[in-house]
C-alpha cells in the first residue's frame, strides 16, 4: 500500500504562513471526506490537528486550518510560531477499508 | 481523564508472536471504533488495523493480513492486537488511537486520543 505524497520538508519564519500539500488518488483523498491531519513532535504521540478535510478538533488553534482540491489535501499554518515546529502527517481512507498516512512533513520554524 | 496504555511490547525473534494490549479509561469503551497505528524506527505513520465499537467490524493493512488479529474485550476495557510470523520490517513503535466520532471502524472524525505507544523489536 503506498503512501500518499506529502513534501519531505517545508520551513517558514515567525509569522509566516505555510502550506503542506498531502497527494493521493481517486481511490482515497479524491474520494473521501475523511482527511486528516495530525501533529506529531519528537518522542511524542501523533495529535489530531483537522478531521473530516477542514474541521478543527476543540482545543486545536485557529492557525491551522486545511482544505482539499481534487486528489490533494493541503494543511495551511498561519502565522507560523517556534511550537508548531514538528512533524505532520496527512491520512486518508482508502477504497478497499483500509486507512493510509502521507510520507509526512517536517516543518522548521527559522 | 481519557487515557489509553498499551503494553506487550518486547523483543522477539523472527517467526514469532507477541500480544500488545491497549487499556483504555474515561470514556465509554464500546461506543468508539479503535485502531492500531505504528513507526518504525526514524520512519513515518503507518495504519495497521482497526476496528468497530462493538468489535464485529475488522480491517487490516495488506503488509499485516493473515498474520496479525485485532480484538477488544468491553469487560476489560481492553484493545488487543495478537501478532505473529513477526518479521523484521514489523519493528517499530505501536500506538493504540480511539477515533473520535463513534463505534463505525473506519468512520470520520479522525483519531482523537492515542497512547504513548509500546515498542517491538524483531530481531535474532
Known amino acids: 500500500q503506498s503512501a500518499l505524497t506529502q513534501p519531505a520538508s517545508v520551513s517558514g519564519s515567525p509569522g509566516q504562513s505555510i502550506t503542506i500539500s498531502c497527494t493521493g488518488t481517486?481511490?482515497?483523498?479524491?474520494?473521501?471526506?475523511?482527511v486528516s491531519w495530525y501533529q506529531q513532535r519528537p518522542g511524542k504521540a501523533p495529535k489530531l490537528m483537522i478531521y473530516?478535510?477542514?474541521n478543527r478538533p476543540s482545543g486545536v488553534s485557529d492557525r491551522f486550518s486545511a482544505s482539499k482540491s481534487g486528489n490533494t489535501a493541503s494543511l495551511t499554518i498561519s502565522g507560523l510560531q517556534a511550537e508548531d515546529e514538528a512533524d505532520y502527517y496527512c491520512?486518508?481512507?482508502?477504497?478497499?477499508?483500509?486507512?493510509?498516512f502521507g510520507g509526512g512533513t517536517k516543518l522548521t520554524v527559522l | 481523564e481519557v487515557q489509553l496504555l498499551e503494553s506487550g511490547g518486547g523483543l522477539v525473534q523472527p517467526g514469532g508472536s507477541l500480544r500488545l494490549s491497549c487499556a483504555a479509561s474515561?470514556?465509554?469503551?464500546?461506543?468508539?471504533?479503535m485502531s492500531w497505528v505504528r513507526q518504525a524506527p526514524g520512519k513515518g505513520l503507518e495504519w495497521v488495523s482497526a476496528?468497530?465499537?462493538?468489535?464485529?467490524?475488522?480491517y487490516y493493512a495488506d503488509s499485516v493480513r493473515g498474520r496479525f488479529t485485532i480484538s477488544r474485550d468491553k469487560s476489560k476495557n481492553t484493545l488487543y492486537l495478537q501478532m505473529n510470523s513477526l518479521r523484521d520490517d514489523d519493528t517499530a513503535v505501536y500506538y493504540c488511537?480511539?477515533?473520535?466520532?463513534?463505534?463505525?471502524?473506519?468512520?470520520?472524525?479522525?483519531?482523537?486520543?492515542w497512547g504513548q505507544g509500546t515498542t517491538v523489536t524483531v530481531s535474532s
Open positions: 488511537a480511539r477515533r473520535s466520532r463513534g463505534a463505525v471502524a473506519l468512520g470520520g472524525g479522525g483519531m482523537d486520543v
Open positions: 491520512s486518508s481512507h482508502r477504497s478497499g477499508n483500509t486507512l493510509v
Open positions: 476496528i468497530s465499537g462493538g468489535g464485529v467490524s475488522t
Open positions: 474515561g470514556f465509554t469503551f464500546s461506543s468508539f471504533a
Open positions: 473530516d478535510v477542514s
Open positions: 481517486s481511490s482515497d483523498v479524491g474520494a473521501s471526506n475523511y
